[in-house]
Nanobody
């Protein structure tokens, strides 16, 4: 059973930065795609960013230019660097990995508020 563990969430002021981490119990080469989703209260879950096995990346329009997804295969970890954070980025951020089945982490809360 694959386990994904997120960390790095917290409270940050508008304009600030956070880096989320997602550490996998399996080697990242096992997955075709890894990504980050978020869900704000009362809203549907939305895709934030994905990275493929070959390091192709894609972002939601709302985060382009502010967020960067990357991975460290040696550490079995995917990162989401979030800069210029806005109140509307407040959500629970969850890591996902796809290898036939789709695996999810437990989520980490990000709150952007002054």
């Amino acid at each position: 059973q694959v386990q994904l563990v997120e960390s790095g969430g917290g409270l940050v002021q508008p304009g600030g930065s956070l880096r989320l981490s997602c550490t996998s119990s399996a080697m990242l080469f096992s997955f075709n795609v890894m990504g980050w989703y978020r869900q704000a209260p009362g809203k549907q879950r939305e895709l934030v960013a994905i990275i493929t096995r070959s390091d192709t990346v894609n972002y939601a329009d709302s985060v382009k230019g502010r967020f960067t997804i990357s991975k460290d295969n040696a550490k079995n970890t995917v990162y989401l660097q979030m800069n210029e954070l806005k109140p509307e980025d407040t959500a629970v951020y969850s890591c996902t990995a796809t290898a036939g089945s789709v695996y999810w982490g437990q989520g980490t809360q990000v709150t952007v508020s002054s």
